[in-house]
């Protein structure tokens, strides 16, 4: 069961905005737009950024949004901040019922 | 307030058993359904399995090719997982994670306890 493919980290200055991909299959990604992103700050629970591609929880702050073009899915941090360094990762329904997550990508705010 | 809180980790030797469990409350544990995530020290997220709210549904991660089990006690709001056959890849810290949807299953857990560590090693 492979997990999806992020990239392992990403770098960026405060106020500039970053991209993180997540790459899947038909199986995953491509076929359902259930593609959710998460933020984890060390030592800490995941916590949901971004549901079904493109939604945003109540409380969480419109500078993350999310969209999928085929089998891969992005995450844009805009206006980024200091706080938001944390390692993030893509999850995705996956044909058979089943849930898979990226591999995380570690964000580092210059 | 939404809480989860796993227990039963610990130290195990190859080949053992341990059984999980995840107490919880602030929410009608019966509508939603459940799953186990878990994430090796200086690693990534697993997920493991899921149970729907009546238990009718169970899905496992392939790779754990049939050496755990989930169930749930919805009358004592508790999510468990029976794990045998334990390898030293297994160690992790082990979440229970509530999925976002009350009533039907949506895919993206949105409340997670902090996990309880299993360390399987001789």
């Known amino acids: 069961q492979s997990a999806l493919t992020q990239p392992a980290s990403v770098s960026g200055s405060p106020g500039q905005s970053i991209t993180i991909s997540c790459t899947g299959t038909?199986?995953?990604?491509?076929?359902?737009?259930?593609v959710s992103w998460y933020q984890q700050h060390p030592g800490k629970a995941p916590k949901l950024i971004i549901y079904?591609?493109?939604n945003r929880p109540s409380g969480v702050s419109n500078r993350f949004s999310g969209s999928k073009s085929g089998n891969t899915a992005s995450l844009t941090i805009s206006g980024l901040q200091a706080e938001d360094e944390a390692d993030y990762y893509c999850?995705?329904?996956?044909?058979?019922?089943?849930?898979?997550f990226g591999g995380g990508t570690k964000l580092t705010v210059l | 307030e939404v809480q989860l809180v796993e227990s039963g980790g610990g130290l195990v030797k190859p080949g053992g058993s341990l059984r999980l469990s995840c107490a919880a409350s602030?929410?009608?544990?019966?509508?939603?359904?459940m799953n186990w995530v878990r994430q090796a020290p200086g690693k990534g997220l697993e997920w493991v399995s899921s149970?729907?709210?009546?238990?009718?549904?169970?899905y496992y991660a392939d790779s754990l090719k049939g050496r755990f089990t989930i169930s749930r006690d919805n009358a004592k709001n508790s999510l468990y997982l029976q794990m045998n056959s334990l390898r030293a890849e297994d160690t992790a810290v082990y979440s229970c994670?509530?999925?976002?949807?009350?009533?039907?299953?949506?895919?993206?857990?949105?409340?997670w306890g902090q996990g309880t560590l299993v360390t399987v090693s001789s």
């Open positions: 999850n995705s329904y996956r044909s058979g019922s089943t849930l898979v």
């Open positions: 038909s199986s995953d990604v491509g076929g359902y737009n259930y």
């Open positions: 994670a509530r999925d976002r949807c009350s009533g039907y299953s949506c895919y993206s857990p949105n409340a």
């Open positions: 079904e591609v493109s």
């Open positions: 602030g929410f009608t544990f019966g509508d939603y359904s």
């Open positions: 149970i729907s709210s009546s238990s009718s549904y169970i």
